[in-house]
């Protein structure tokens, strides 16, 4: 038993823990690894996350250019706070913009919440298992180009903010 527990063999199963510990987190850091557990930001591509829609309002069709990607959660307070900030902003600008909003709750949880705060937008679900990383934080905002890399992110707060200084329009011309 001393054996077993003699200070050699103490300092060898620490060196053993400390290895198999960087061992692991390297893999965890490593380009790649784990990406659907990492929050999208600037240059990361959306194209391969797998959205239900539940339906298509009028005119929802995509026209090719920049996509506003709204993400709530019917029972966030901060969702509940921002919604007015965002029908206003769909109201105002939003015919400018390809928008849809999306929530990893049901689609019809989703739908009744959105139509609840006046957005007239195409709602879409997606898996939260397969996709976790992009529903994680609400409200937020993410404008994609047409192949779904993302331009801009950030709080849902600051819509104007993300989407101003852009100048990108649904038919995908630069300016105003």
């Given at each position: ?17 400390a290895f198999l ?10 380009p790649g690894a ?112 047409e192949g779904g ?28």
């Amino acid at each position: 038993m001393r054996r077993l527990f003699g200070n050699q063999n103490w300092v060898i199963g620490l060196i053993l823990l400390a290895f198999l510990q960087l061992l692991a987190m390297g893999f965890r850091l490593r380009p790649g690894a784990g990406s659907s557990d990492r929050w999208p930001t600037v240059g990361d591509t959306l194209s391969g996350i797998p959205f239900r829609q539940l339906h298509s309002p009028e005119g929802g069709q995509s026209q090719g250019g920049a996509t506003l990607i709204l993400v709530f959660h019917s029972r966030c307070g901060h969702c509940s706070e921002v919604a007015p900030l965002w029908a206003g902003w769909i109201t105002e600008t939003g015919s400018d913009w390809d928008v849809f909003a999306v929530s990893a709750e049901p689609l019809d949880s989703a739908e009744a919440f959105a139509k609840k705060q006046g957005w007239p937008v195409e709602i879409a679900g997606v898996d939260a298992s397969l996709a976790h990383a992009l529903t994680a934080r609400t409200p937020w905002v993410y404008v994609v180009d047409e192949g779904g890399v993302v331009l801009s992110e950030g709080y849902g707060g600051r819509i104007a903010e993300i989407t101003e200084g852009l100048g990108i329009r649904r038919s995908g011309v630069s300016g105003r």
